[in-house]
T-cell receptor, first 109, second 112 residues
Framework: QKEVEQNSGPLSVPEGAIASLNCTYS??????FFWYRQYSGKSPELIMFIYSNGDKEDGRFTAQLNKASQYVSLLIRDSQPSDSATYLCAVLTGNQFYFGTGTSLTVIP | DTGVSQDPRHKITKRGQNVTFRCDPISEHNRLYWYRQTLGQGPEFLTY????????KSRLLSDRFSAERPKGSFSTLEIQRTEQGDSAMYLC??????????FGDGTRLSIL
């Protein structure tokens, strides 16, 4: 079983819609959770991080964490074509970061 | 804050040659990580330093790979006797303890 699982997509949403990206992790001891955006040929860029159960909002982005279900999600409101990218979920367990394979998102104008 | 810097951006070499990459982390970050990423995959952990100490190394990492961070600042990653399967993007990231990582632009390695 992989440490971090994501649906690889592709996920397509129309411009202005809400995009919902999901991630599950296997280690209950994981303590911190991160979402990165990666454009093709570029390095990952940090979008959000969350440490506690519940929701955390930053502009159009909301991260949601449910430790009991070992589930973390990212919502992107009012999706824009510039949001089209691969979104990587990362989990900090001990001193090591584990990454999912990423979900490809396309926002259709 | 100048960000994480990696050099070179691209490296093309023949199979069997040795290559060395450099990473300069954000200056106040004491943790430095190396990852490898291939197409369609997330970054795969290779090794990690806290200051100058190499604290963890992936079990999957071949003995041909070695990394150093001699003064707790910049780091180098060397691959000896390169193989076709080593072709990938090599990413460096730095962070403060248990804080989010910030990535450099990566070094893309192509083995001919």
């Amino acid at each position: 079983q992989k440490e971090v699982e994501q649906n690889s997509g592709p996920l397509s949403v129309p411009e202005g819609a809400i995009a919902s990206l999901n991630c599950t992790y296997s280690d209950r001891g994981s303590q911190s959770f991160f979402w990165y955006r990666q454009y093709s040929g570029k390095s990952p860029e940090l979008i959000m991080f969350i440490y506690s159960n519940g929701d955390k909002e930053d502009g159009r982005f909301t991260a949601q964490l449910n430790k009991a279900s070992q589930y973390v999600s990212l919502l992107i409101r009012d999706s824009q074509p510039s949001d089209s990218a691969t979104y990587l979920c990362a989990v900090l367990t001990g001193n090591q970061f584990y990454f999912g394979t990423g979900t490809s998102l396309t926002v259709i104008p | 804050d100048t960000g994480v810097s990696q050099d070179p951006r691209h490296k093309i070499t023949k199979r069997g040659q040795n290559v060395t990459f450099r990473c300069d982390p954000i200056s106040e970050h004491n943790r430095l990580y190396w990852y490898r990423q291939t197409l369609g995959q997330g970054p795969e952990f290779l090794t990690y330093f806290q200051n100058e100490a190499q604290l963890e190394k992936s079990r999957l990492l071949s003995d041909r790979f070695s990394a150093e961070r001699p003064k707790g600042s910049f780091s180098t990653l060397e691959i000896q006797r390169t193989e076709q399967g080593d072709s990938a993007m090599y990413l460096c990231a730095s962070s403060r303890q248990n804080q989010p990582q910030h990535f450099g632009d990566g070094t893309r390695l192509s083995i001919l």
